[in-house]
Nanobody, 115 residues
């Protein structure tokens, strides 16, 4: 079992930056798939960014060039640096980590971008 604790969400003005963190409760290895998804009311959860098990990074088109996903294996933590935030980035952000055949989710952190 892995617990994921997210932090870093909040209220920011358009054009600002936030960094989300997602810390795992135990060592999860160095090549696991890790990612961030987001969800707004009435919509399905959507991929924001991911680090694949093959070492590649993947970004949704709306965030390319503005968001950066990274990981710190020593801290069992995945980050999402979000720059040039837009009101349409407002959502609850969830981290996900795959360990073996299982996918674990964080509790979600609210990001609100004001215009």
């Amino acid at each position: 079992q892995v617990q994921l604790v997210e932090s870093g969400g909040g209220l920011v003005q358009a054009g600002g930056s936030l960094r989300l963190s997602c810390a795992a409760s135990r060592s999860i290895g160095s090549n696991n798939h890790m990612g961030w998804q987001r969800q707004t009311p009435g919509k399905q959860r959507e991929l924001v960014a991911a680090l694949t098990s093959g070492g590649s990074s993947v970004y949704a088109d709306p965030v390319k060039g503005r968001f950066t996903i990274s990981r710190d294996n020593a801290k069992n933590t995945v980050y999402l640096q979000m720059n040039s935030l837009k009101p349409e980035d407002t959502a609850v952000y969830y981290c996900e980590i795959m360990v073996g055949p299982y996918t674990y989710w964080g509790q979600g952190t609210q990001v609100t971008v004001s215009s």
